[in-house]
């Protein structure tokens, strides 16, 4: 069974910084893209950021570019988005999610993690 | 950036009727375009990619048509169940992006 766990939300002050991990099992992890996607409370879907398996090439959406960094640790099954310069905009329950094949269309996602950036 | 713009943006219709929601790209995405299921509290699934094809385990009421720029997700016969926010993804350009979602409440 695929799962996806997301950890490491949390309250953040403006400016902050945050890392977020999603720790994955079911599948081959080392073989899959995976992405964020965030929804702001009571808002709709916004994809964040995505990864290759491999990790050799990595995207962002123009919202998050040269404030968020994507990793994963292909050894551990885990992915990462390390979160700088932090706004208030950023508020919202961040997903992760496995893409299909080398689709960036999302087949598995985990619960959510929390991050609310707040004086 | 290619944006999506989905209508109606509240679709209300009693079980057993049909639904049918449009997705609206700003410019081509060929065939890759994909619709999710929201229900409250849950996170998103996967129904239709690539326009037409269902997604694993989703039921045959649901179907999608389209390309190009205008897409639709039918829902043959509502159920209960079926009450959720939709939203259509496009694969086509980075970056990714979403609609802003069509919510769709049983009378």
């Known amino acids: 069974e695929v799962q996806l766990l997301e950890s490491g939300g949390g309250l953040v002050q403006p400016g902050g910084s945050l890392r977020l991990s999603c720790a994955a099992s079911?599948?081959?992890?080392?073989?899959?893209?995976m992405s964020w996607v965030r929804q702001a409370p009571g808002k709709g879907l916004e994809w964040v950021s995505g990864?290759?398996?491999?990790?050799?090439?990595?995207f962002f959406a123009d919202s998050v570019k040269g404030r968020f960094t994507i990793s994963r640790d292909n050894s551990k099954n885990t992915l990462y988005l390390q979160m700088n310069s932090l706004r208030a905009e950023d508020t919202a329950l961040y997903y992760c999610?496995?893409?299909?094949?080398?689709?960036?269309?999302?087949?598995?996602w985990g619960q959510g993690t929390l991050v609310t950036v707040s004086p | 950036e290619i944006v999506l713009t989905q209508s109606p943006a509240t679709l209300s219709l009693s079980p057993g009727e049909r639904a049918t929601l449009s997705c609206r790209a700003s410019?081509?995405?060929?065939?890759?375009l994909a619709w999710y299921q929201q229900k409250p509290g849950q996170a998103p699934r996967l129904l239709i990619y690539?326009?037409?094809n269902r997604a694993t385990g989703i039921p045959a009421r649901f179907s999608g048509s389209g390309s190009g720029t205008d897409f639709t997700l039918t829902i043959s016969s509502l159920e209960p169940e079926d009450l959720a926010v939709y939203y259509c993804?496009?694969?086509?350009?980075?970056?990714?992006?979403f609609g802003g979602g069509t919510k769709v409440e049983i009378k």
């Open positions: 079911g599948f081959t992890f080392s073989t899959s893209a």
């Open positions: 990864i290759t398996g491999s990790g050799g090439s990595t």
């Open positions: 690539d326009a037409s």
């Open positions: 999610a496995r893409a299909m094949g080398t689709t960036y269309y999302f087949d598995y």
């Open positions: 993804q496009q694969r086509s350009n980075w970056p990714r992006t």
């Open positions: 410019q081509s995405v060929s065939f890759y």
